[in-house]
């Protein structure tokens, strides 16, 4: 079959209608904070890009409020469905298992208030929607695309110090619902090498699909307009972190490496800002005052801010005012605040694990880190920050390395898929013929 007739004939068996599972955080949810991450981007975007291709999308989360309405729109053609299970309130990643039975319940109710066939495929994110798209795959006999998004055994291979590792309870839904799961997206190849590898994935049902950054959003522009609107100065040497603050993220060492880059250079000392955009997440909870009592022992306080999760345009801000963006992350699927910032044109330093590789073009858009080291770190950082010219060099390409990928491609990649599911699910419901 010729490429084009390949191309047509999926377009015409991508589904009309996806039934979206986000158990543990919602789409509409501000990122940098609690559960809210690049999954919510991830699901945000690519819903609104299949509403566009004239897909509809109805996504299920928990609700976590009494004053959540029971369906909002996201964008036309996206609903966003608020499932009550548990009590109204955000719950620990380690409570939502006991409440899996109640979301499954909401989910499958909802889908009986139509006619049999209402939902063409379902697309679970994170091993616990995982759990719940298994069990509506079976009862309304639609095939199941699960997106990990990050894996258990990879996370606990690469711990931050002090970092509780993740429960065997996860490691096991995990496995179940790659076994069962009909197509299986990958964010990068290694991530496609670690489900076979690690979980024992068919290779034939795993498909890479990296995700995207909005082209649109995060763009080139005036540093000095954007220290402006943050209040910095324009002589200031600016390193950022952006995301939640929790050990798995690791700003822990970006201030270490600054205050290595102040004993280096103790007259940066009037000039550098550290600047730490998020909020508390994960373990991060329990001691939610740590990095600011870090920076204090280290001695650079003075040269710390500390701002909470910034939407749309005072984010994009934060990556244009920034000389660098750091992103030291343990682990990362991929990393949509490197692509991010290198759409604004800033070069970043990233630790080379997980889909940084990938996100961040070593040499190029920026640099990776091969350890954790605070010398490591304060070494990549300066070679970058204090260097003029190899800055410019840097951002010079960083916006057209962030320009490969997008959201649109993402969501072309992901129908592909889909189309493909539906066609091996009905396949494998057609009786065999005796010979």
Known sequence: MSPLRASRRAQSQRPRRVAVLSVHTSPLEQPGTGDAGGMNVYISQTAVEMARRGVQVEVFTRATSSDQPPVAELAPGVLVRHVPAGPFEPLGRDELPAQLCAFTSGVLRAEAFHEPGYYDLIHSHYWLSGQVGWLARDRWGVPLVHTAHTLAKVKNAALAEGDTPEPRTRVIGEEQVVSEADRLIANTAVEARQLVGLYDADPRAVHTVSPGVDLDRFTPGSQVAARTALGLPQDAVVLAFAG????????????????????????LASRLVVLIVGGPSGTGLEQPQALRELAVSLGIEPQTRFLPPQPGAALVNVFRAADVVAVPSYNESFGLVALEAQACGTPVVAAEVGGLPVAVAHGVSGLLVPSHEPRDWTAALGSVALRPHRRAELAGNAATHARRFSWQRTTDALLDT??????????????????
Not at 418 to 435: D, G, I, M, W
Request: hydrophobic letters at 50%; proline letters at 10%; glycine letters at 2%.
């Open 418 to 435: 889909y189309a493909e599911a539906a066609s091996s699910f009905r396949l494998a419901l057609q009786p065999e013929v005796a010979v």
């Open 244 to 267: 939640r603050i929790q050990p798995l993220k690791a700003p822990d060492v970006l201030l270490h490496a600054a205050a290595g880059l102040l004993r280096d250079s103790p007259e």
